[in-house]
């Protein structure tokens, strides 16, 4: 299968700039996996897709301020995206720069963070930041929201709460689980007044989320590393769905990543780790039934993942419908709500 089947053109004038005026104002694109139907709705409509016996998994990272501009001790600016912190002092990072930083040259973050650049690993840069008790805690002091690429302007006071989920507790993510980004509490509130059940699970999306496939053939495609969690509450949740014949619905692709890489023996099971599960078409899906998402970018890993569950016809059919009705796309865009055809289990 090559990266081209996974191609579909989007008028720039889609892409969402801003988020829209109140979370739940945004459309819902409901798909049939199965029979590749199509349905406009309002995300506030959401409940009434849901039964009492349905099991919502959410995913609880936080998104950290993890953009620092800034200059290099030779007086070049340097531009730095923390990827991950590694413990207190140390963090994994990705630099630009017109020339990229040795070992042992000094950085200079936001007048104020003094970094040494450690080494490097692959893509990243490990640093050690100087003179602080906690890099999350300098990161929360004089960081900056890190908004996606397509997202073509400065960051505002909105977004600080705005690209952030509500339920948001797990500092770690450098990117945030967009599908959460619609619920406010008023939703949640209604969905536990009518009694369905809601579990989390954490996984902290990096920046490799936004990393393009640059191999036609997709399975020579190299995933990046994410962390995650799935407790053994959780997993019992899943259980108890799956026997009361209610559905296990995820909400957005990295609750579906941390599901499934829980599931990967063929049941799940409680897992902390690493994964670099790689979703796409003839992919067996072993626990999620149905799932709420954004749109998502041409040829992308999640483009493929939602394909995987939905059939790759009925996704490109769906988002050739979202076009032609002016969806709003990608991280402050608009949603949709697909539930699983049922050869990809």
Same mark, same amino acid.
């Given at each position: 299968m090559k990266t081209s089947d996974f191609k579909f053109d @989007?008028?720039?004038? @889609?892409?969402?700039?801003?988020?829209?005026?109140?979370?739940?104002?945004?459309?819902?694109?409901?798909?049939?996996?199965?029979?590749?139907?199509?349905?406009?709705?309002?995300?506030?409509d959401l409940p009434s897709l849901l039964t009492k016996d349905d099991l919502l998994v959410f995913n609880n990272t936080r998104v950290i301020p993890a953009r620092l501009l800034g200059h290099k001790d030779s007086g070049g600016k340097v531009e730095v995206l923390i990827e991950r912190i590694i413990d207190d002092q140390r963090a994994l990072a990705h630099v630009r720069s017109s020339k990229s930083p040795a070992p042992g040259r000094r950085l200079k973050l936001e007048q104020a963070l003094d970094v040494e650049v450690l080494g490097r690993q692959d893509a990243l840069f490990e640093l050690q930041f100087l003179n602080v008790s906690s890099v999350l805690a300098a990161l929360e002091q004089h960081g900056r929201m890190p908004l996606p690429p397509y997202i073509e302007r400065e960051v505002d006071a909105a977004d600080l709460h705005r690209y952030q989920t509500v339920y948001a507790r797990e500092a770690g993510a450098v990117a945030a689980p967009t599908a959460g980004l619609h619920f406010d509490e008023k939703l949640l509130a209604q969905i536990d007044a009518m009694g369905?059940?809601?579990?989390?699970?954490? @996984?902290?999306?990096?920046?490799?989320?936004?990393?393009?496939?640059?191999?036609?053939?997709?399975?020579?495609?190299?995933m990046h590393s994410e962390w995650l969690e799935v407790t053994e509450t959780v997993c019992q949740q899943v259980r108890a769905a799956r026997a009361s014949g209610g559905r296990v619905i995820a909400v957005g692709t990295t609750s579906v990543r941390a599901l499934e890489s829980a599931s990967l023996s063929g049941q799940i099971e409680p897992y902390q780790g690493e994964t670099d599960i790689f979703i796409y078409p003839g992919y067996r899906f072993r626990s999620v039934d149905a799932m709420v998402t954004n749109f998502h970018l041409s040829e992308s890993t999640l483009l493929m993942l939602v394909s995987a569950f939905a059939g790759r016809d009925h996704i490109l059919g769906a988002y050739q419908h979202a076009v032609a009705e002016r969806y709003r796309f990608f991280s402050y865009g608009d949603a949709m709500f697909i539930t699983r055809n049922s050869s990809a289990c």
């Open positions: @989007l008028p720039d004038e @889609l892409i969402a700039q801003y988020p829209c005026s109140e979370r739940g104002a945004s459309r819902l694109l409901c798909l049939d996996g199965d029979s590749g139907s199509l349905s406009d709705r309002m995300f506030a369905i059940e809601r579990a989390e699970v954490t @996984l902290h999306v990096g920046a490799g989320t936004f990393q393009p496939v640059r191999v036609e053939n997709i399975t020579e495609h190299q």
